[in-house]
């Protein structure tokens, strides 16, 4: 069904989950979704084959600091609200991901990486300039922090009264510190672990499929509530839950209700690992419960 262009011009199709979306003018291989905000509305760009999974949820905006990011909310238990970003569920195996150009909505895989080691953080702050100017003086003073997490600065002098020069060596001092941190994210990506080819992969399996340790079964009992909670996360790193009731006071339903929600729960995991084992085979693990 065709959506109303609205000013962010036409070409719109709503989709089964009433997101409005459309191939992205110029790269055929991008999609666009229409996000709403507090009643405006921006956009995201995620790869055209990311949108066989990007469909099945309702997408819109959250602000996080002074960036905005693509989410989608899903069932949780009792009332509080619980959320996925885009980009969590485009890459479930990184315990981090970071946006390489800073901007929170493009979520195409080639502006998408791991974000571990200090790389996600880094990368925020680098998205500043760098630069102060002290008053009463006349220099421009960049500052950086190293992968070490040590600070440092380098002073830049202009001409006392020669507004030229002053905009000259602040555009110096912008250069010279947005290059240092460029210099300082290739360096912890350096020290991140190296992956084997497979590794991605496996990494997804344990994200998606959580192993069972100790006896634990996955299920939640809130005894004043006479509910269990089966918990599980789906083939796309989504958490999913469900309630199993009983009868006050009836101990006997209480323990078969258990059972019927443990079975579910591993029905669920079951589910979940063929279907990650159908994206890649490669993804069969028998450490996997």
Known sequence: MD????????????????????VKNGEPDAV???LKYKGEHMITTADATAHTILKD????????GKNFYAIAHYESIGHASKYVCMHRLLKPHLAVVDH???????NRSANLRDGSGGVNAHNVRAKGKGVYTPKGKNIHVAQWTDANKKRHNKTFRWVAGDDASKREKYDEAVAFSVAKKEEIIKELISRQPKRAANDEVDDAANAIIPIKKKGKTGVATVDEKQRHHARWVDE??????????????????????????????TEQQ????????????????????
């Open 270 to 289: 079951a589910l979940t690992l063929i279907a990650l084992k159908a994206k890649n085979p490669a993804a069969d693990k028998s450490t996997h419960a």
């Open 236 to 265: 796309h790193g989504v958490h999913r839950s469900k309630t199993f009731a009983w009868a006050t006071g009836n101990e006997d339903e209480k323990k078969a209700q258990y059972q019927v929600a443990v079975a579910y729960r």
């Open 57 to 64: 949820y309702r997408w819109c905006a959250k602000k996080d």
């Open 3 to 22: 959506a109303d262009p609205g000013p962010l011009g036409g070409g719109w199709v709503v989709d089964a989950s009433r997101n409005s979306w459309r």
């Open 32 to 34: 666009e979704i229409i």
């Open 100 to 106: 390489k150009n800073g901007n929170g909505l493009d």
